[in-house]
């Protein structure tokens, strides 16, 4: 194994961690559950969770990988050597990045295919009452979205063999600043909308009496999951910070920068929607279905308006889909003998047999169920209820109650050259606050699957 290389300077590493927390979650999962729970309330109540409990599981990530140096399995031991168990947690979370990214590469496949159906002129021609089945048609194709879902993993696999710094922190750097001005340009020409205001109200002015204690239980989800936190992911990250970087006000900047992005996708989205005379509730199927639809009726300019989108989608996906191959990629160089390329090589290869298995769950493979779901919806609710909760309630028990405390003070303070007053607060939530949180998620999404 080469020498460990980490990111060469402040802003690639929050680039980098930007790209890895922003993905479909922020521009198609986000929006949809917005309108399903009633836009603005939902938004205070996220912004709410998404600092007080996101950003303290992000900031315990970094410290043990700042600390440790390792990928998770090595770093569970490295703090804690005369318990050595909590390995099997650091296992579970590469596990995790790799059920998460084999599903991730499908749905990143089906927005780089809906890029070029758009670029082609394809999308246009199909009517408002077509888009349903022509997603359906895709989605069941035997070879399709196998292919679009290979092209995006070997655009994937190519980055990471470029390294930490010449591969993920240059694409980062450039990226990131690309993702953002898309949305910006979205927005703009959103608003800019007949009746538009109609979907910034419904964005921006809480309505309470629509928030139910499941939409809250869904910020909470949302919020704990967006930032890429609860499988490992940043600890890896967090071993390339720089030793000088403050982790409070990178995972301050990091979670801002997410949200922001999260809030400008639905600056872009729901006035479209409403002045199109869509439904904000759209589901899983605003993106791939109704969005669509709007484009369409924009006419020639709504060509131009879904390339740039599912161009965003698919940026997004990519930025996200790199740091959960590199988690899997580093720990495995860590763990074996193996070197960076013979690593991608082999992640990779195995990403696309599981994916391909869960692309084909709703064509050739649609009869084949385990636990009564076909393949994708199994591996989706794994991704969704119970691994990340499980690797998260465990990642701050072991902070919170296993590492030494003045180590964790040690890293936080860059060994005392900077104050952390906020320290006491922070213990305090990733000790009580975020795993009685994280419970309640767990616990209500096995109620709720189980139904």
């Not at 890895?20 to 603005?40: C, D, E, H, K, T």
């Not at 995006?152 to 990471?160: E, H, N, Q």
């Not at 890293?411 to 006491?424: A, C, D, K, R, V």
Request: aromatic fraction near 12%.
């Amino acid at each position: 194994m080469s020498e460990k290389q980490g990111f060469s300077s402040s802003f690639g590493a929050i680039m980098a961690a930007v790209g890895s927390a922003v993905g479909l979650g922020n521009i198609w999962r986000f929006p949809y559950i917005m309108g399903q729970y009633g836009g603005g309330a939902f938004l205070l109540v996220y912004l709410a969770f998404v600092f007080l409990i996101g950003m303290v599981l992000m900031m315990t990530e970094f410290v043990m990988g700042r600390r440790s140096q390792h990928t998770p399995p090595q770093a569970f031991v490295s703090l804690r050597p005369d318990r050595k168990g909590w390995r099997f947690l650091g296992y579970l979370c590469v596990f995790t990045c790799l059920m998460i990214i084999s599903q991730y590469v499908v749905i990143s496949g089906w927005t780089v295919n809906y890029m070029s159906d758009s670029a082609s002129g394809v999308m246009a021609t199909i009517s408002a009452t077509g888009m349903a089945e022509h997603f359906q048609s895709f989605v069941s194709h035997p070879w399709h979205p196998v292919l679009f879902l290979y092209i995006f993993t070997l655009i994937t696999a190519v980055i990471i063999l470029g390294g930490v710094q010449k591969g993920i922190e240059a694409v980062s750097k450039v990226l990131m600043p690309i993702l953002l001005l898309l949305v910006i340009i979205l927005c703009v020409r959103s608003v800019t909308l007949p009746n538009s205001s109609i979907g910034l109200a419904y964005l921006f002015s809480p309505d309470f009496s629509h928030l139910s204690a499941e939409g809250v239980l869904a910020a909470l989800g949302q919020a704990l999951f967006s930032l890429s936190v609860g499988m490992g992911t940043m600890i890896v990250y967090g071993s390339y910070i720089p030793e000088n970087d403050n982790i409070f006000k990178t995972s301050l900047m990091i979670t801002a920068s997410d949200t922001l992005i999260a809030v400008l996708a639905g600056v872009a989205i729901f006035p479209a929607v409403f002045s199109f005379g869509q439904k904000p509730a759209g589901g899983p199927g605003l993106v791939f279905q109704v969005l669509p639809t709007v484009f369409n009726s924009m006419g020639t300019v709504g060509t131009i308006f879904a390339v740039l989108f599912f161009l965003l989608l698919a940026l997004a996906a990519l930025t996200s889909a790199i740091s959960l191959l590199e988690t899997i990629v580093a720990w495995l160089c860590e763990s074996s003998s193996c070197g960076r390329k013979a690593a991608t090589l082999i992640v990779s290869s195995v990403v696309l047999i599981i994916g391909a298995l869960c692309a084909l769950a709703y064509g050739p493979l649609d009869s084949f169920h385990v636990l009564g779901d076909n393949l994708f919806d199994f591996v989706d609710k794994l991704n969704s209820i119970y691994l990340p909760p499980i690797c998260a309630i465990g990642t701050v028990i072991f902070l919170g109650w296993q590492m030494k405390k003045e180590d964790v003070i040690d890293e936080l303070s860059n060994h005392g050259s900077i104050t952390t007053g906020y320290f006491p607060f922070y213990y305090f939530l990733v000790r009580f606050v975020a795993p009685i949180a994280l419970l309640v998620v767990l616990f209500t999404g096995i109620y709720n699957s189980l139904q």
